[in-house]
Structure formats: C-alpha cells, structure tokens
C-alpha cells in the first residue's frame, strides 16, 4: 500500500523559512519520480517543483524558482522541499506526489504507475 506523509508545515512570517518533508512507503522508491503540488483556497493546483528517480537537479515553477529547492534522499526513502525567503502568496496545502514514468524523450514521459498523493501540509505565510 503505497502511503505518502508530509509534514514540516505551519505558520511562519513573510521571509521566513521551512522545509517540508514527505516520507514514502509500500514502494519501491527510488524507482518513482516525485513531484512536490500545491493548492491555495480558490486556486487551481500548481506544480511546484519536480525531480526524476535518479535525483540530480529539480525543475521548478517560475514562482518558486531561486527560493526553493526539492531534494531527495532514496535511501531515507524521503523527499524535501525547502522553503526560503516565503511571500504570503505561497500558502497553500503542500501534496507530496509519486510517479512511476518510462520516458520516450529527454523531456517527454508517461506514467506506468500513479500518481500517487499525499494528504497534504498547510503552509501559511503572514505577518
């Protein structure tokens, strides 16, 4: 049973910090390429950052780009989002994400397994 659990989040003011973390079981993890979604009330969910299986550099959406980093530890079987420098315009609900994918490009992929979502952490940025 593939289970996927968030925490790290809270409150926290205007350029602050936090680091989110998702801790994955019930697969093989290191074979999932993780993805890190939001959701603020009213909003669509946003993609926020993404990292293949093997790790190495994360992509990023524009908003979020040079504040936070997503980082993965496969034998810890975790993932990270590390939130700096926050603006009241990133809180949101944080889902955790696992995706098992065969790529048929450099770019361009599709799923074998899942996704598969976390139940979320609450992220609120205010003064």
């Known amino acids: 049973q593939v289970q996927l659990v968030e925490s790290g989040g809270g409150l926290v003011q205007p350029g602050g910090s936090l680091r989110l973390s998702c801790a994955a079981s019930?697969?093989?993890?290191?074979?999932?390429?993780m993805s890190w979604y939001r959701q603020a009330p009213g909003k669509e969910r946003e993609l926020v950052a993404d990292i293949t299986s093997a790790g190495g550099s994360a992509n990023y959406a524009d908003s979020v780009k040079g504040r936070f980093t997503m980082s993965r530890d496969n034998a810890k079987n975790t993932v990270y989002l590390q939130m700096n420098s926050l603006k009241p315009e990133d809180t949101a609900v944080y889902f955790c994400v696992a995706e098992m994918r065969a790529y048929y490009s450099s770019s361009n992929y599709y799923s074998v397994r899942g996704p598969f979502w976390g139940q979320g952490t609450q992220v609120t940025v205010s003064s």
């Open positions: 019930g697969f093989t993890f290191s074979t999932y390429a």
